[in-house]
């Protein structure tokens, strides 16, 4: 794949309408944005292709709104709406808004409820749940959350049985906060292999109707230095 692919997708995707994109789509361009944010902020020489932290700080925070309306709408999936509440959480890592994240954080600890034994039941055992705790665990410091965590992504059995993409967000939440030795060595290799794998099916079929899932995709392998050449 070119390396200008990705600045050629990055230059569309700057003129996509938030009100227009489904709740999905935002999530997908909340992650893309945050991947540019990340090259940018390690390589300030990049604002001249990318724009300055300033302008993507607003692209994100108007993403993040709009995204917001969606955190307590029960006609959406729960496994779905907890994916939307993790990804506030990881904006708010970027941009400070303390009303933004008490909302998210609410939220989460409602669908985080407490059995009549006093135990912590969770949502399924999905790459959104485990997001959802390793952020309560990043702002709150309770261990259970993180703990919890740790025994859904390291449950690879379910890797082929999920979309592949939604573990990469998973595991690169966890890897941010774990010291957990073994578990950096394990995925080190087959992170790169999983997201390598869904670059070529880009490749071949191709970014049509699949623009913002592209853009998340391949900011993260751009992020990584890992672009390929055609």
């Given at each position: 794949?070119?390396?200008?692919?990705?600045?050629?997708?990055?230059?569309?995707?700057?003129?996509v309408?938030?009100?227009?994109?489904?709740?999905m789509?935002?999530?997908?361009?909340?992650?893309?944005?945050?991947?540019?944010?990340?090259?940018?902020?390690?390589?300030?020489?990049?604002?001249?292709?990318?724009?300055?932290?300033?302008?993507?700080?607003?692209?994100l925070?108007?993403?993040?709104?709009?995204?917001?309306?969606?955190?307590?709408?029960?006609?959406?999936?729960?496994?779905?709406?907890?994916?939307?509440?993790?990804?506030?959480?990881?904006?708010?890592?970027?941009?400070s808004?303390?009303?933004?994240?008490?909302?998210?954080?609410?939220?989460?600890?409602?669908?985080?409820?407490?059995?009549?034994?006093?135990?912590?039941?969770?949502?399924?055992?999905?790459?959104?749940?485990?997001?959802?705790?390793?952020?309560?665990?990043y702002?709150?410091?309770?261990e259970?959350?993180?703990?919890?965590?740790?025994?859904?992504?390291?449950?690879?059995?379910?890797?082929?049985?999920?979309q592949?993409?939604?573990?990469?967000?998973?595991?690169?939440?966890?890897?941010?906060?774990?010291?957990?030795?073994?578990?950096?060595?394990?995925?080190k290799?087959?992170?790169?292999?999983?997201?390598?794998?869904?670059?070529?099916?880009?490749?071949?079929?191709?970014?049509?109707?699949?623009?913002?899932?592209?853009?998340?995709?391949?900011?993260?392998?751009?992020?990584?230095?890992?672009?390929?050449?055609?």
């Amino acid at each position: 794949m070119k390396n200008d692919f990705f600045h050629d997708l990055y230059m569309t995707i700057r003129d996509v309408r938030v009100r227009d994109c489904s709740a999905m789509s935002l999530s997908h361009l909340l992650h893309g944005y945050l991947s540019v944010y990340a090259m940018v902020r390690v390589s300030p020489t990049l604002e001249r292709e990318y724009g300055t932290l300033q302008e993507i700080h607003g692209r994100l925070r108007e993403i993040a709104k709009e995204l917001s309306k969606t955190m307590k709408d029960t006609s959406i999936e729960l496994d779905e709406r907890i994916g939307y509440v993790a990804d506030l959480m990881d904006a708010y890592q970027t941009y400070s808004d303390m009303d933004l994240l008490n909302e998210a954080l609410d939220v989460a600890y409602r669908i985080l409820t407490v059995d009549e034994k006093g135990e912590i039941v969770i949502a399924g055992r999905t790459p959104n749940v485990c997001r959802l705790l390793c952020n309560c665990y990043y702002f709150t410091g309770e261990e259970w959350c993180l703990e919890m965590a740790k025994g859904i992504v390291g449950d690879y059995d379910n890797l082929e049985k999920k979309q592949a993409w939604q573990w990469l967000r998973a595991v690169s939440c966890f890897k941010n906060l774990s010291e957990d030795m073994i578990f950096w060595a394990r995925w080190k290799q087959e992170e790169k292999e999983v997201l390598g794998n869904i670059i070529v099916s880009i490749e071949n079929i191709g970014i049509v109707g699949k623009e913002t899932f592209c853009f998340e995709l391949l900011g993260m392998w751009e992020l990584k230095g890992k672009g390929f050449e055609l």
